[in-house]
């Protein structure tokens, strides 16, 4: 014990020494500085981040999670595009997921994320995800990292302002970057006829308190302006959503031009409560249209797609009071809502200042009708009326502001490569930083909601350039972390992404790490095809096709001797994984399979497709390392000319008889069995 | 050992504090000490220890326990344990409660991390079978009934 204390000491001592020496430093070469500021980003070996980062994959179609601040990639989650690697949209359960009113759609470009909120804070239960090209929503339970959902949405195109959410997760939005000629109306038109024919639409999805599900609860109607980007209003501005329009020019044709016209697009402001009254008040009209809605069952591992045929739209000419517009500089992108609610800032990216509009301002402007007229019949706020100030010569190219909840906003400016950090109250600019290269998103743990846990903000740039080891034509993206902790941002880390993320958030490691599902109870497993014991598994012939009914545990398949199968037959492997031990997943793959192989969880039962194309002796085995005898999980699948009368036989551990090859037909008798 | 994660420590503050005197902020020494609150350690969990007074035998069986024993046993147990005394990935389960006390079985059901790590036979049995028995996630209750159905399965009535 004596012993201990002296040693406690004598190193308090040695590093007290090394604190003063170090003090006296005075010139920081680049090297100090770097490796200084690299002591905040490090997590040691077995320590845990502090938080989790959910970040979108842009073209790979896939949400990514990293911790922060180390900057470590710790999983994809298969969202809108199929992945090889677990299965996702190749197993005959996950197929369904990526059913659209378009059949099935195995891509899509992931933009924007938005976790779920109570009372305008993080509640750690779902990621929402955008799909932008073929407009749909997913859901993914923050419980497993699995997409849980997706919903399609009718009436769009380019689903780019979404999804965002509102303070109690009552609703997430889903506004359209293309405006196009509506689902039911017939849109065969020459396109120069945009200003007649097409129309925005902005979907409210409902999402269930309870079960997370998600339903369009309404649609609204709007002029064929295209949306870009959108916040929810929290605390006093509870109850409207704003959005950032450009293209109010309503060009079709070199956009880059015809649609930087005008000196102010808009902001619109929808009185969402005012739109909920209406629906009530049966102002809605039904729409048919075509969309997929597709929900995954964690008790039968398999996912069901719905096809819907109507939507319920509010036409603004019928509900007064719902619609405002407000004349934002050039283009706006990003349109954020500070953590009080009361200013929305709005970045023009081809403008020279940033507007911040005050809540109350608009609200009063709206009471006195400090209008500026109308556009398409929606009153446009005369701008100063609703102006709380502008933050002037920022940087070029504002996109993006984040909060840290200490009255600071951070805006990323994409022409000038850099992050501006200005006062919310006074519009002062405090601090600047510069990004490697041309940053898009920026990210604050928190920072869309009523309380930022601050602290970090990392960077999604679009540019990498020289930022890491070149890799030919084709580059990772680059990410970069600063400390905001500080009156000073400080970068700490560049680490690189996969895909291209666009928008992301981070909620803290403590509210997710706890409720993680470790394994599928296999008692609850009512997949119909699931072996829940060996004693469950079993061949059967249903014409032409193949069910094996197969478990794997740590090491073998069962069964793994499969004879009787024809050329031209479709086997459907139905894997039942036995094990209820924590990441302990099995693998399962066969030679020549036109798809992928499956991953399968603990206690989970998943099915893999394959046809016979050639007769012969086609192995299968275990693709996740799982013990010492991982190489032994293996088997063989004999298939058989399509005329031949070899019987369907299964075994595991039990040869049959040897039998002379020449004699034919083989064995014709044997009873199908696992003895 | 413990001596030596201490130095540990003392050395990975020496060298946090080197890195960082030079940083011309305040807040930094707050943050870490934050940092290292959040990040913790993860030890293995084990379920809690059976004691051999927790487990009391009698006869006649509990034949409820001997079917519910053997419906646990077809799914989950039934892959690598034969009901002969034949070894399949693990031994056969013929005689097993004659060789062995009622809490080791109940231990290595439901306790099978803790039991490969301290106990003596069960490491031997690893070095035997050469793959980790899986932990089956199976509560006390059950594998009390697992236990009732591997006696009626040596024979007692």
Not at chain 2, 20 to 37: I, K, L, M, R, V
Request: negative net charge; hydrophobic residues 35%; glycine residues 8%.
């Amino acid at each position: 014990m004596k012993f201990y204390d002296f040693k406690t000491n004598t190193v308090l001592i040695l590093a007290s020494v090394c604190l003063a020496v170090t003090q006296s430093c005075k010139p920081r070469t680049a090297q100090s500085a770097a490796t200084g500021d690299a002591t905040k980003s490090f997590v040691a070996p077995g320590k845990y981040d502090e938080f989790y980062n959910v970040v979108s994959g842009g073209f790979n179609g896939q949400v990514a999670v990293y911790g922060i601040p180390s900057g470590r990639l710790f999983r994809i989650i298969p969202v809108f595009s199929q992945s090889p690697e677990s299965g996702y949209g190749f197993s005959e359960e996950t197929k369904p997921m990526l059913n659209t009113s378009h059949g099935f759609v195995p891509w899509d470009d992931q933009h924007h994320i938005a976790l779920s909120q109570t009372k305008g804070e993080h509640d750690g239960r779902w990621a929402f995800a955008n799909g932008n090209n073929t407009p749909r929503i997913a859901r993914i339970d923050l419980t497993t990292f699995r997409t849980a959902e997706i919903l399609e949405i009718p009436n769009s195109a380019g689903n780019h302002a979404s999804p965002f959410i509102t303070e109690n997760s009552e609703y997430i939005v889903a506004a359209t970057r293309f405006s196009v000629p509506l689902d039911d109306q017939n849109g065969d038109v020459p396109i120069n006829t945009y200003k007649q024919n097409f129309k925005g639409s902005i979907s409210f999805i409902s999402i269930d308190p309870s079960s997370g599900e998600m339903n369009i609860a309404f649609q609204i109607r709007t002029p064929g302006v295209n949306f870009d980007l959108s916040r929810a209003g929290k605390g006093k501005s509870h109850g409207w959503f704003f959005f950032s329009c450009y293209n109010s020019e309503k060009a079709n044709t070199l956009l880059e031009v015809n649609a930087s016209q005008k000196d102010k697009d808009f902001v619109m402001a929808v009185n969402w409560k005012k739109a909920e009254e209406y629906v009530k008040a049966g102002k809605g009209k039904k729409q048919p249209v075509k969309y997929a809605h597709n929900v995954y069952d964690e008790k039968t591992h398999t996912a069901t797609s719905a096809i819907k045929n109507e939507v319920l739209v509010l036409d603004p000419a019928d509900c007064p009071d719902m619609l405002y517009l407000i004349p934002c500089p050039k283009s706006p992108h990003g349109t954020d809502v500070d953590p009080t609610g009361e200013y929305i800032v709005a970045s023009g990216k081809l403008a020279a200042s940033i507007p911040v509009f005050s809540y109350t301002k608009i609200q009063k402007a709206i009471a006195e009708k400090a209008f500026d007229g109308e556009y398409d019949g929606i009153p446009v706020i005369k701008y100063d009326a609703a102006l709380h100030g502008e933050v002037v010569k920022p940087g070029l190219g504002p996109l993006h502001t984040e909060f840290d909840g200490k009255g600071n906003a951070y805006t990323s400016m994409f022409v000038s490569s850099e992050i501006v950090k200005w006062s919310i109250s006074d519009l002062k600019v405090l601090d600047r930083v510069p990004t490697y290269y041309s940053i898009g998103h920026l990210s604050i743990p928190g920072g869309p909601t009523a309380k930022p846990h601050g602290r970090y903000m990392i960077g999604y740039n679009k540019i990498t350039k020289d930022r890491y080891l070149p890799t030919g034509p084709e580059l990772t993206q680059s990410a970069q972390l600063y400390d905001i902790s500080g009156e000073k941002m400080k970068l700490i880390l560049d680490f690189p992404t996969t895909g291209e993320p666009h928008y992301a958030e981070a909620l803290p490691a403590g509210m997710l790490m706890d409720k993680q599902q470790k394994i599928f109870r296999i008692e609850e497993n009512t997949h119909p095809y699931a072996a829940k014991g060996e004693g469950h598994t079993k061949v059967e012939r249903k014409g032409n096709q193949v069910h094996v009914w197969m478990t794997a545990i740590r090491s073998h398949l069962t069964p793994d001797n499969i004879e009787g199968v024809k050329v031209g037959d479709e086997v459907y492997f139905h894997i039942t994984n036995l094990e209820q031990d924590w990441d302990v997943p099995h693998g399962f793959a066969i030679k020549g399979a036109n798809n992928a192989e499956i991953l399968i969880m603990p206690g989970e039962t998943q099915s893999l497709k394959w046809v016979a194309d050639r007769a012969g002796i086609f192995p299968f085995y275990c693709t996740d390392f799982c013990s010492a005898l991982h190489q032994e999980m293996s088997g063989y699948l004999r298939v058989s000319p399509s005329g031949s009368n070899v019987a369907l036989h299964y075994s595991t551990g039990t040869n049959k008889p040897a039998v002379n090859t020449q004699a034919a037909p083989v064995n014709a008798g044997a009873p199908a069995g696992t003895e | 050992m413990k001596r030596k994660s201490l130095f540990t420590v003392a050395f990975l503050l020496t060298g946090y504090l080197l890195f960082t005197a030079c940083n011309d902020q305040q807040s930094g020494a707050a943050q870490h000490a934050q940092n290292a609150e959040t990040a913790t350690e993860q030890p293995e969990t084990h379920g809690s220890e059976i004691k051999p007074e927790e487990v009391t035998l009698t006869t006649p069986l509990n034949q409820e326990w001997v079917s519910n024993g053997k419906a646990i046993y077809d799914m989950k147990c039934q892959s690598c344990h034969k009901l002969t005394d034949e070894r399949l990935v693990g031994p056969g389960w013929k005689g097993v409660t004659r060789r062995r006390e009622p809490h080791w079985i109940m231990n290595m059901i439901t306790n099978v991390d803790m039991m490969l790590e301290k106990d003596p036979e069960a490491q031997k049995l690893l070095e035997q079978c050469l793959v980790r028995m899986p932990n089956q996630n199976i509560a006390k209750e059950d594998a009390r009934q697992i236990l009732e159905f591997m006696r009626s399965n040596d024979g007692v009535k």
